[in-house]
């Protein structure tokens, strides 16, 4: 079975701290993904990457910035967060192009207070 | 307007009804189309590819049309266990760098005994 984990699943921080949410997955993919969820609004795209190293913008891409330096991991960082980046937080990945089936971590639920 | 809609729900329904979700899509190069299921507090997880020819999963039906842009989602004999919020997802293709999935905003379902 894939295994897309996130390293916390709640998280409470201040307005103005520097937040890293990191996201492994084991399975080799290529592509992976992070999003934010908020009530009436669905998942939005924050970032995504197809490759070490590479990343592209997605729908809602400030305030945020991403990193990608393996494979299997792919971090998102609130570089001074603010209290309307409270939301939850799902990294998801699929093996590459020409397969669609999106696998979702658990989620962390970040607070900025 | 938003590129994938749904039903806003939610839907409260008794057990053993049958209940059919609706979704509309705005980009007509859509390539895949998905309907996911998320429970509360939980990551979303896929419950099924849609196809042009229809397809059936036990006691799910999820049908496509693609000149009306438009994906549905049945559900007979509906459980306790089915209540949870059904996103319906699109997969766009992007000429630079391949897969762009676009998420409606859910439908929550609620089966009451």
């Known amino acids: 079975d894939v295994k897309v984990t996130q390293s916390s699943r709640y998280l409470v921080k201040r307005t103005g701290e520097k937040v890293f949410l990191e996201c492994v997955q084991d399975m080799d993919h290529e592509n992976m993904f992070w999003y934010r969820q908020d009530p009436g609004l669905g998942l939005r795209l924050i970032y995504f990457s197809y490759d070490v190293k590479m990343k592209e913008k997605g729908d809602i891409p400030e305030g945020y910035s991403v990193s990608r330096e393996k494979k299997e991991r792919f971090s998102l960082i609130l570089e001074s967060a603010s209290t309307n980046q409270t939301s939850m937080y799902l990294c998801a990945s699929i093996p590459g192009t020409g397969t669609d089936t999106q696998y979702f971590g658990p989620g962390t639920r970040l607070t900025v207070l | 307007r938003k590129e994938v809609e749904q039903d806003p729900g939610p839907f409260n329904v008794p057990e053993g009804a049958t209940v059919a979700f609706n979704c509309t899509y705005s980009?007509?190069?859509?390539?895949?189309f998905f309907w996911y299921r998320q429970d509360c507090r939980k990551e979303p997880k896929l419950l099924m590819s849609?196809?042009?020819s229809g397809n059936e999963d036990g006691r799910f039906t999820a049908q496509l049309n693609r000149a009306s842009q438009y994906i549905s989602l049945l559900i007979r004999d509906s459980k306790l266990s089915d209540s949870a919020t059904y996103l319906c997802?699109?997969?766009?293709?992007?000429?630079?760098?391949?897969?762009?999935?676009?998420f409606g905003p859910g439908t929550r379902l609620s089966v009451l005994p």
């Open positions: 997802v699109v997969n766009e293709w992007q000429d630079n760098y391949g897969q762009n999935f676009v």
């Open positions: 849609v196809y042009s």
């Open positions: 980009n007509s190069a859509s390539q895949s």
